[in-house]
């Protein structure tokens, strides 16, 4: 494997242009390698940053997706992303596939989608989600959304 490549790879395409209507952030990985997910690593956190605050001006997002990459520890998420989405009134597609959330990340989510009234899809597939009470107000939340109408968690691992 790697590694070295697959830090270049990540960070070549964590600060790669974005559309106005769409944030996509994802590593396709070829079928034979051994791993499915591009590692977090400290020396990826200023383009972690940088994307974060590449992206704060945008408020015509319809979707937004990171998919296979482990991102930084909370807060990053809870203080970098949400708002950003937050401020976003026609998000209708989030996805964060195979990202290695934390328990903290998903109370962050969960409170996002509480506030949230316009997704229509979530696809939080490949989460290990261990907290009983974290999958308890998770499921409160898409319960009680108005629009949702597509919610993936495949291959998630539950209390």
Not at 19 to 44: C, G, K, N, T
Not at 86 to 94: D, K, M, S, V
């Amino acid at each position: 494997w790697d590694a070295p490549g697959a830090l270049a790879a990540a960070q070549k395409s964590l600060v790669a242009e974005q559309d106005e209507h769409l944030i996509s952030l994802e590593h396709i990985f070829h079928r034979d390698s051994i791993i499915s997910q591009v590692p977090y690593h400290a020396d990826m956190m200023p383009c972690y940053n940088y994307f974060a605050e590449s992206i704060q001006s945008y408020t015509s997002l319809e979707s937004f997706k990171i998919v296979n990459f482990n991102l930084p520890q909370s807060p990053w998420l809870q203080n970098k992303i949400f708002p950003v989405l937050e401020q976003n009134t026609n998000l209708t597609a989030l996805q964060l596939s195979n990202c290695f959330l934390s328990a903290a990340d998903l109370t962050s989510l969960t409170k996002f989608v509480e506030g949230n009234e316009t997704l229509s899809l979530l696809n939080i597939s490949h989460t290990n989600i261990q907290s009983e009470s974290t999958v308890k107000a998770l499921a409160k939340a898409l319960k009680k959304h108005p629009a949702l109408r597509s919610v993936n968690l495949t291959y998630c691992n539950f209390a």
